[in-house]
C-alpha cells in the first residue's frame, strides 16, 4: 500500500485580470510501499484559461510524469518520500474578479487515504472598469480658445495598474493645441509628464485625473475641432 497527497499553493496572491500566474503543486507518497501508474489531472477555474504545459520536477527517486491520449499526467512510479513538483501557469481572464484556482488530483493502485488525493490552490483575481470621458463646448467663436477636459477614473472594484493615457489632438491648419494640464483627486498621482503619450503607475479605486486641453484658433478658421484621448492598463 501507499499513501499519495497533493497540496498547492499560489505563486501570488492576487493577479490582475489578463495577466499570467502560476501555481506550484505539490505531489508526494508517505509510503510505506511505492506507488505505480500515478495518474495527475490538473483542473483550472472558470477565469483561468492555460499558459502552457504543467511541467513537473522529480525528486527522491520519483519519475517525471507523461502526458497521456487522455489528456492527463503519468508518473511510471513515486516511492516513498518521492516529489513531483508541478508547475502550473495559468493566465487570469480580462475584467475576472474573485477567487482563481488551480486542482490537482492524484489516483495509483494500493492508495490507502483518498482524502489528501486532491488540493486547491488560490489566488484573487482583481480586474477594474477604468474609463475615461470628456467634454467640450459645443461651439466657440474663430479666433477664440477651446477648452477640452477629459476625466480619466476607476471606479474599481479592483485598482488599475500601468496607465497608458494617449492623446490625440486634432491638426488642423489655424488651429494650436497648447501644452495639457493635469489635477489629480482622490490620492491619484498626475502624469510626471504631460503631451500625447503619459503614464501613471496605478490609480486605485475611486480615484481619476482631470486632464484640460486648450486649443487656440486663428480669425479664419473654421470648422470642427476633434481631441482625442483615451486609456489602458492592466487588469482594465
Known amino acids: 500500500s501507499n499513501n499519495l497527497k497533493v497540496t498547492g499553493s499560489a505563486v501570488s496572491e492576487t493577479v490582475s485580470g489578463g ?30 484559461t492555460p499558459a502552457g504545459v504543467v511541467v513537473c520536477t522529480p525528486s527522491g527517486g520519483a519519475v517525471a510524469p507523461v502526458a497521456t491520449p487522455e489528456g492527463t499526467l503519468r508518473s511510471a512510479a513515486i516511492p516513498m518520500g518521492g516529489l513531483l513538483t508541478c508547475n502550473v501557469p495559468a493566465r487570469v481572464t480580462a475584467g475576472a474578479n474573485g477567487p482563481a484556482t488551480s486542482t490537482m488530483t492524484v489516483q495509483a493502485a494500493g492508495d490507502e487515504r483518498s482524502s489528501d488525493n486532491s488540493a486547491i490552490a488560490s489566488t484573487q483575481a482583481i480586474s477594474t472598469d477604468l474609463g475615461v470621458s470628456q467634454t467640450s463646448p459645443a461651439q466657440i467663436g474663430a479666433g477664440s480658445t477651446a477648452v477640452f477636459t477629459a476625466v480619466v477614473a476607476n471606479p474599481g472594484p479592483g485598482p488599475a495598474n500601468n496607465l497608458l493615457i494617449q492623446w490625440t489632438p486634432g491638426a488642423a491648419p489655424g488651429v494650436s493645441f497648447g501644452v495639457p494640464t493635469c489635477t489629480a483627486s482622490g490620492g491619484a498621482t498626475c502624469p510626471a509628464v504631460l503631451g500625447p503619450v503619459m503614464t501613471v503607475p496605478t490609480l486605485g479605486v475611486g480615484r481619476s485625473l482631470r486632464f484640460t486641453f486648450s486649443a487656440a484658433t486663428e480669425a479664419t478658421f473654421r470648422g470642427p475641432l476633434v481631441n482625442t484621448v483615451s486609456v489602458s492598463a492592466d487588469g482594465d
Not at 20 to 45: C, E, H, I, R, W
Open 19 to 48: 495577466a499570467a500566474t502560476a501555481f506550484t503543486m505539490v505531489v508526494g507518497n508517505d509510503g510505506p510501499a511505492a506507488a505505480y501508474d500515478v495518474d495527475l489531472t490538473s483542473t483550472l477555474s472558470a477565469n483561468l
